[in-house]
């Protein structure tokens, strides 16, 4: 594979792309990491990034070559490994001087923790942001389905609940069971600025699907705790129930969406 290859995921579409390789595709992505000694060919960005697209492509090349979602593939760790090398070293100021000068690089301690600090930042971050989307999101389907009663207050008494459910204590133990899911809630968080305000069903379908996720890992943490409740029954019960509604809506805005699409194409050119 060439260098412009192992480059490609420099723009947020592009990135998105990566994130659905197939197995194949991304053992072979794992290949090139290997043969790679260069950090921003690691990462597939260019030695001007910003330090957002170089955590961008940090969590899309997590996302594919995470020994979770490659088992038994022993060089899908060794590519995890020099992913989170690059990431380290460019995303600091002071160490990517370095490397840029003298090819000086951090040695990686330990890459899950890594990964869980950069995912830890993108939560908090996230979650101390404009809650627009989601709050847009909840009335959309509290209009739908009334029987819910979520008001405004009591989103925002949700988010509250959610937020210190994980942020706490036992939100860092368990936010391992749910990297996967953080990390797609900050790629679609890419997606959806690259998007025209005019894309409206574009905009509704990552804004449910955000939501969907983004209310779903409360729900899967308490799943997995042994020893102690994330959230509340009642909570546990509500967004059960609302990533359902969430999961279907989805469905169908996206159905509309890409319909829409297919009419936009057909239509005849004005002459």
Do not use: C, K, P, R
């Given at each position: 594979m060439t260098t412009a290859h192992i480059h490609s995921d420099n723009s947020s579409s592009a990135s998105a792309h990566k994130s659905k390789l197939s197995r194949r595709e991304a053992l072979r992505l794992v290949e090139e990491i290997l043969a790679e000694s260069n950090l921003y060919t690691i990462l597939g960005v260019?030695?001007?990034a910003s330090t957002e697209e170089i955590r961008r492509a940090y969590i899309s090349r997590s996302r594919i070559c995470h020994p979770d979602k490659l088992p038994g593939i022993s060089k899908a760790t060794e590519a995890f490994q020099k992913?989170?090398?690059a990431y380290e070293t460019l995303s600091n100021s002071n160490s990517r001087r370095s490397y840029d000068q003298n090819g000086t690089k951090i040695n990686s301690l330990s890459s899950d923790e890594t990964l869980i600090s950069?995912?830890?930042?993108i939560f908090n971050e996230f979650m101390d942001g404009d809650f627009e989307h989601l709050l847009s999101i909840v009335e959309f389907i509290n209009i739908q389905n009334p029987d819910l009663n979520i008001d405004k207050e009591k989103a925002n008494q949700l988010f509250?609940?959610?937020r210190e459910g994980f942020l706490g204590d036992y939100g860092c133990v368990y936010l391992n069971e749910v990297k996967f899911e953080v990390m797609k809630i900050y790629e679609i968080q890419s997606e959806l600025r690259t998007l025209s305000y005019f894309d409206?069903?574009?905009r509704l379908r990552l804004s449910i699907q955000l939501s969907r996720i983004f209310?779903?890992?409360p729900v899967k943490m308490n799943n997995v705790a042994a020893d102690k409740q994330i959230v509340n029954n009642q909570l546990f019960r509500l967004l059960s129930e609302l990533t359902g509604l969430l999961e279907?809506?989805?469905h169908t805005v996206g159905k509309v969406d890409t319909w829409v699409a297919n009419c936009w194409r057909t239509l005849p050119l004005s002459s």
């Open positions: 260019v030695n001007t992913i989170s090398t950069a995912l830890l930042q509250a609940q959610v409206v069903f574009g209310f779903s890992i279907f809506s989805e």
